[in-house]
């Protein structure tokens, strides 16, 4: 029996875009057409997320790429808090994103402290994971995975509002792209992680979706293994292609 979870597409931008091409992105996305079967969410820099939500027709919803741990207060610099995105329209949040562990050394400890807030503000978190190139070349890699699942998931009592994804960091950015098989093995180990530490149910239900090299040319095959519950994607969310990626699963 096919599983019941909602394919979950999201674009994450990083730092890139200006008012011209985030038009261009948008054009693409209200012109579509998009699979109704495919939850999207995009992620624009902080900055933009006021103008896209207004911009975007209501079938894509917006996340923030990351948030600090607290609503407000005396911590200048800081671009966003999960109140405020949510404030601009936001229903999501990145966090434990790859480059905010490996560029910003971010902790399990901030990311799990980071989680419990967003949930509190009664948002969604896409939960990132991934091992580097050494620790899969070790044989770590379901250490790792397994460790920054478990600093997640002791900040979350509602898993309905979570969507897991794993990213191996050797993948992000390099266009070497996981093959289905390595992203189907992770994520059903990720899926009996869940069964055996939070519940069957969650496991059955919590979409896991991959990261790294995402692309229209290899988006349906990897979309066709039972445990990959959709795509998080980096370079190719700036372009045309992410609706074929959306698209992943349409005949
Ligand atoms: O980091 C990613 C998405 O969060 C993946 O980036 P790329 O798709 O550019 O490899």
Redesign the pocket.
């Known amino acids: 029996m096919a599983n019941q979870r909602k394919f979950f597409v999201?674009g994450?931008w990083?730092l890139n875009g200006d008012k011209q091409s985030v038009d261009g992105i948008i054009k693409f996305l209200n012109d579509g057409p998009l699979d109704e079967n495919t939850e999207v969410v995009v992620?624009p820099p902080a900055i933009y997320l006021d103008y896209v939500r207004g911009k975007l027709n209501n079938n894509v919803a917006t996340s923030a790429q990351n948030c600090y741990k607290v609503a407000k207060g005396a911590f200048t610099g800081e671009i966003v808090s999960a109140a405020m995105a949510k404030d601009v329209g936001a229903t999501w949040i990145?966090l434990g994103?790859?480059?905010r562990r490996h560029v910003f050394g971010e902790c399990d400890e901030l990311i799990g402290q980071k989680t419990k807030y967003v949930l509190e503000e009664g948002l969604g978190v896409i939960a990132?994971i991934g091992e580097k190139l050494e620790e899969r070349e070790s044989n770590q890699t379901n250490e790792v995975v397994f460790r920054q699942t478990s600093a997640f998931a002791a900040n979350i009592s509602d898993w309905s509002k979570v969507v897991l994804?794993y990213?191996p960091v050797w993948?992000?950015?390099?266009?070497k792209?996981a093959s289905p098989e390595q992203a189907q093995e992770v994520h059903a180990s990720l899926r009996k992680w869940l069964a055996d530490n939070v519940s069957a149910e969650v496991a059955q239900k919590t979409r896991i979706i991959y990261?790294?090299?995402?692309?229209a040319g290899n988006c349906k095959e990897l979309g066709t293994k039972p445990d990959v519950d959709g795509?998080?994607?980096?370079?190719?969310?700036l372009k045309p292609d992410f609706v074929q990626i959306i698209n992943a699963r349409k005949a």
């Open positions: 999201g994450n990083k992620s990145i994103h790859s480059e990132c994804a990213e993948a992000i950015g390099t266009g792209v990261g790294g090299s995402v692309s795509f998080l994607v980096g370079g190719a969310s």
